[in-house]
């Protein structure tokens, strides 16, 4: 696996890209971190770091959530507190979403010569669809994409192909005529299932293992680098 800087792994005949959200166009961990200790505090229980939290980060909320509960609770007690803290969770979340995040390098002047070379772009997330909607436009990134897909759009989310399927099918092209970018396995297997292209960036977070051992069509440092890998 390449870690690639500059153009070199060029992908041809890529029609539209999907983009995935949080570790991808935004540093959302600080976000997490905040509404999760926020709801572990309504549960007596200790905050964790946010390092913890963002490796649970990527299969969804109900995950996330599942996971935070287990560190301190057995399987039943986590379960039997599960819909509460979720609960708890969103609630904070809700008011949090977007307060602390920030937008990574590339991100802006990527979408922007995507933008240019014709290519459309849709985003595909695990985060709830509402917050995802709420935190692009907050900082200004929606209209850049024809369709937003989260973790609640369909009955399956990434790692199934489910929600790329869905994106090939609204824009009527082939999987292999669409580009998935995403920071972590969940994207890059998501992708392969679906038949899709797709680069890693490696700046995100891959539930605490190492984005080389993904298999993937190549790491990209930012989504500008991704843009200038593409050809139609
Ligand atoms: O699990 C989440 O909420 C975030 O997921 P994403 O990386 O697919 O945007
Ligand atoms: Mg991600």
Same mark, same amino acid.
Do not use: W
């Given at each position: 696996m390449n870690t690639v800087t500059t153009a070199s792994i060029a992908l041809t005949g890529i029609k539209a890209v999907i983009i995935d959200l949080d570790g991808t166009m935004l540093d959302t961990a600080p976000d997490f971190h905040a509404a999760v200790n926020r709801m572990r505090a309504?549960? /007596?229980l200790a905050? =964790?770091?946010q390092q913890t939290i963002v490796d649970? %980060? $990527? #299969? $969804?909320?109900?995950?996330l959530i599942r996971k935070v509960l287990s560190v301190d609770y057995p399987p039943a007690k986590a379960e039997q507190h599960f819909e509460a803290a979720l609960d708890s969770y969103q609630r904070h979340y809700a008011v949090i979403n977007g307060n602390f995040a920030s937008v990574y390098p590339g991100v802006l002047e990527g979408l922007e010569t995507m933008r240019k070379q014709g290519l459309r772009l849709a985003c595909v997330t695990n985060k709830p669809l509402v917050f995802a909607e709420a935190l692009l436009e907050k900082v200004g990134l929606r209209d850049y994409f024809e369709v937003v897909y989260g973790g609640d759009s369909f009955p399956k989310k990434k790692p199934d192909p489910m929600p790329l399927l869905a994106v090939c *099918? /609204?824009? #009527?092209?082939?999987p292999s005529q669409v =580009? @998935?970018?995403g920071d972590s396995s969940n994207d890059a297997q998501a992708a392969r299932a679906a038949g899709c292209p797709v680069f890693n960036v490696p700046y995100g977070y891959n539930h605490g293992e190492s984005i080389q051992d993904v298999d993937s069509d190549g790491i990209v440092t930012s =989504?500008? %680098? *991704? @843009?200038q890998n593409l050809s139609h």
């Amino acid at each position: 696996m390449n870690t690639v800087t500059t153009a070199s792994i060029a992908l041809t005949g890529i029609k539209a890209v999907i983009i995935d959200l949080d570790g991808t166009m935004l540093d959302t961990a600080p976000d997490f971190h905040a509404a999760v200790n926020r709801m572990r505090a309504e549960f /007596d229980l200790a905050p =964790l770091s946010q390092q913890t939290i963002v490796d649970f %980060v $990527g #299969k $969804g909320s109900e995950n996330l959530i599942r996971k935070v509960l287990s560190v301190d609770y057995p399987p039943a007690k986590a379960e039997q507190h599960f819909e509460a803290a979720l609960d708890s969770y969103q609630r904070h979340y809700a008011v949090i979403n977007g307060n602390f995040a920030s937008v990574y390098p590339g991100v802006l002047e990527g979408l922007e010569t995507m933008r240019k070379q014709g290519l459309r772009l849709a985003c595909v997330t695990n985060k709830p669809l509402v917050f995802a909607e709420a935190l692009l436009e907050k900082v200004g990134l929606r209209d850049y994409f024809e369709v937003v897909y989260g973790g609640d759009s369909f009955p399956k989310k990434k790692p199934d192909p489910m929600p790329l399927l869905a994106v090939c *099918a /609204d824009f #009527k092209l082939q999987p292999s005529q669409v =580009l @998935a970018i995403g920071d972590s396995s969940n994207d890059a297997q998501a992708a392969r299932a679906a038949g899709c292209p797709v680069f890693n960036v490696p700046y995100g977070y891959n539930h605490g293992e190492s984005i080389q051992d993904v298999d993937s069509d190549g790491i990209v440092t930012s =989504l500008l %680098v *991704a @843009a200038q890998n593409l050809s139609h």
